[in-house]
């Protein structure tokens, strides 16, 4: 009997092995990895304890470039760093406008102290957004007098940067803001082609996602009914509806976990009309979105994968890409190939 248990114990782990392994399968030949840069090129701050409430601007490491993240000349240098697509953060305005800034409140960044999505935007675009920054405690302020006048409004960066891909974050739970946005993407064909996908608040995501065909877009409950869905069935090579026609965000030290993972996940995940967008390490209590930002997580990224890798340090990319080593195993002749978007809506 115990012969028996152990010979079918043994059968069944080979035949889950054979169903999920990657040694028979590769990326879709000829794809290239494509950058996703996380609020454009900014300026980097100290992840050390950070919470929700922490005012990242008052930690930033000393100023290598003089870009505002949110801020068209960022996104502008983030395309010429070699991104695919720009994350972005918008809030609906009582007046109508989607003012492009992260922060919930103004009193981080600027010299006011309201609460962005209240605030009309003609009162925003007053504003100094690089008033707050400082990387010595608050000795000196390196962008104060600076940034007045430079928040955007979401269509005069698609207006500005048209041939730019964006990745739309709701920073609200409002509907409103989703629906808001399917009326602006579904009357302007060029609008609709330059908005990639949405994340963020679930009410708004969803909201824009039903209103507006073929647009994918996730929030933290749909990437992780897809995540988990997927490691309690992914074995058998099912494919969660959450997983479906969307994006897959994927923390690299978590990715290891997934059924088939690096290649036949990919190429289901792609099969299921989805991407993947390969994150920075996560760890419990993390607070902000970690990228693909040093050499040591650019380490863990698999030779060849062609999905979306997230980062905060877009200027450093490249570099970081080649100094651990993962162009020279993605590419025969050892330089680094990023790809694009069509200009055309993704479906």
Known sequence: MIRL??????????????????????????????????RGQHQIFDREGLTAET?????????????????????RAAFDAGAAVVELDVHLTPDGAFAVFHDWTLDCRTEASEVTEETPMARL????????????????????????????????????????????????????EGETLARLLNSNAAYRAAVFAVYGGG?????????????????????????????????????????????VPVPVNYAFLLWGWPEKFYNRVRAAGSDVILLGAYEKGDTGSAGIDDV?????????????????????????????????????????????LPSSPVR
Not at 7 to 24: D, Y
Not at 212 to 236: D, F, I, M
């Open 55 to 75: 005012c990242t601007a008052s930690r930033i490491l000393r100023p290598e470039h003089a870009f505002l993240e949110n801020t068209i000349p960022s996104m």
């Open 296 to 340: 040591a997580t650019w380490s863990m990224v698999p030779p060849g994968f062609p999905g979306f890798i997230w980062t905060n340090w877009i200027e450093k990319a490249r570099t970081y890409a080649e100094e651990s080593g993962f162009c020279a195993k993605s590419s025969e002749g050892g330089a680094c190939h990023f790809g694009t």
């Open 125 to 176: 675009k007053r504003l100094d957004i690089g008033y707050g920054y400082t990387a010595d405690g608050g000795a000196t302020f390196p962008f104060r007098g600076r940034g007045i006048g430079m928040m955007p409004t979401l269509t005069e960066v698609l207006d500005t940067l048209p041939e730019g891909r964006f990745l739309v974050n709701f920073k609200s739970r409002r509907a409103e």
């Open 5 to 38: 248990t152990l010979i079918a114990s043994t059968v069944v782990i080979a035949l889950l092995w054979g169903a999920n392994t990657s040694l028979f399968s590769a990326f879709p030949e000829g794809d290239a990895p494509r950058l996703l840069a996380h």
């Open 203 to 247: 009410e708004p995501t969803e909201a824009a996602v039903a209103a507006v065909p073929g647009l994918p877009g996730y929030s933290a409950r749909s990437a992780k009914e897809c995540l988990l869905g997927y490691l309690a069935l992914g074995w058998t090579g099912y494919m969660p509806a959450a997983c479906r026609d969307t994006l």
